[in-house]
């Protein structure tokens, strides 16, 4: 593969040493171009094709499937994570007693969200990994966790706790914003019940672009509660749009209701092309071997390295503000994060040897 052919697909990376890519994702070249057809598009049809963007959105649909090993009906369009997790939330027929299951230093969504049930009787619980097994129940109806997590770079053994869970009759929900992009996920292997990323992470995507893939089987008792013009299945007729109760598809289209937001869509499907170009496996062999070079940076410098098998790199140092750390390297033009007492590198397919020269220099200099 030739990395610095994909290296100048990214033009932020011409003037800063970028390791950030779990706060965000650069978007590529072909990205920016994608958006700029669709406006230049609307402007010479004056829209009249509209209906022709949702073809194209299809066909993003199909792509995300070959992606993540699903189906195109099985994929629906969101503007983040919450929204695929609000969803799910609001349509599960709750009981008193029932409880929902998470990760301690989970990422806020996956703590927050389900506290808007306890006023149905529902409880939230927050275990370390070391205690989840023994803290599911027979009342845990819901597991809330991300496929990475955002903090530590923790990634849990999802094929082996889906198996689990799955054999209980317990629902599974993973947001895999901080891999999917980066990492491989096999929804045929793991079969979480939904699966929701917002893109403009490791998807390198533009904020407000992102999707779930929901199971078949859970589609067939999760109503939908947004409602809008397409939510009838023959919304396309728009010369005779439906007037009454619809009639709801029985894909994930189902869950979108109105219209989408069709730049930010094109652009994710140029990353989604690339990535696929490229191939997930290599990718994220890439991104592994990067992240271990920067974790053995990180030991030489003199840091407590989180031990994980992540993209995601978490290192503490002994009576260092890490916040601080984090604020100089920025003015040096090297980005990384500090989040929770840890400095978080977190290099992507577009870094390279060099990127991580530069942060060990400049970061030996501060300590």
């Given at each position: 593969m030739d990395w610095a052919a994909v290296r100048r697909e990214f033009p932020a990376?011409?003037?800063?040493?970028?390791l950030n890519t779990a706060?965000?994702?650069?978007l590529p070249r072909r990205g920016t171009e994608a958006v700029a057809r669709h406006?230049?598009?609307?402007?010479?049809?004056?829209?009249?094709?509209?209906l022709a963007w949702y073809d194209d959105a299809d066909r993003l649909r199909a792509k995300i499937a070959r992606l993540i090993g699903g189906s195109h009906s099985d994929i629906a369009f969101v503007p983040n994570a919450s929204t695929a997790l609000s969803l799910l939330l609001a349509g599960l027929?709750?009981?008193?007693?029932?409880?929902?299951?998470?990760?301690?230093?989970?990422?806020?969504?996956?703590?927050?969200?389900?506290?808007?049930?306890?006023?149905?009787?529902?409880?939230?619980?927050?275990?370390?990994?070391e205690r989840f097994y023994e803290t599911v129940n027979a009342r845990t109806r819901l597991v809330v966790l991300s496929s990475v997590n955002y903090n530590t770079g923790f990634a849990p053994p999802l094929e082996e706790l889906a198996d689990f869970l799955r054999s209980r009759g317990i629902l599974l929900y993973i947001d895999g914003t901080q891999s999917l992009g980066a990492l491989r996920f096999d929804v045929r292997r793991i079969q979480p019940d939904m699966l929701a990323v917002h893109g403009y992470?490791?998807?390198?995507?533009?904020?407000?672009?992102?999707?779930?893939?929901?199971?078949p089987q859970l589609r067939e008792r999760l109503q939908p509660?947004?409602?809008g013009w397409r939510s009838h299945r023959d919304w396309r007729n728009v010369d005779n749009l439906h007037h009454g109760v619809p009639e709801l598809s029985d894909t994930a289209e189902r869950y979108e209701g109105g219209f989408l937001a069709f730049a930010l869509l094109y652009a994710m499907e140029a990353s989604v092309d690339l990535i696929l170009e490229i191939g997930p496996e290599a990718i994220e062999q890439r991104v592994l071997e990067l992240a271990a070079r920067a974790r053995a940076i990180l030991r030489e410098l003199g840091a407590s390295v989180a031990n994980n098998?992540?993209?995601?790199?978490?290192?503490?140092?002994?009576?260092?503000?890490v916040s601080a750390l984090a604020r100089a390297l920025k003015e040096q033009r090297v980005l990384v994060a500090a989040r929770r007492g840890n400095l978080r590198v977190s290099p992507h397919l577009y870094n390279n040897e060099q990127d991580l020269e530069v942060f060990r220099r400049e970061l030996r200099a501060l300590l």
């Open positions: 990376l011409e003037h800063w040493t970028y706060t965000f994702g650069q406006f230049a598009r609307r402007d010479e049809l004056a829209c009249w094709d509209f027929d709750w009981q008193s007693g029932d409880r929902v299951l998470t990760l301690e230093h989970e990422f806020p969504n996956n703590l927050y969200a389900p506290g808007v049930l306890e006023r149905f009787g529902v409880q939230m619980i927050a275990c370390a990994w992470k490791w998807l390198l995507s533009p904020n407000g672009a992102g999707f779930f893939y929901i199971a509660n947004v409602v098998n992540s993209q995601i790199v978490a290192a503490r140092f002994e009576n260092r503000d």
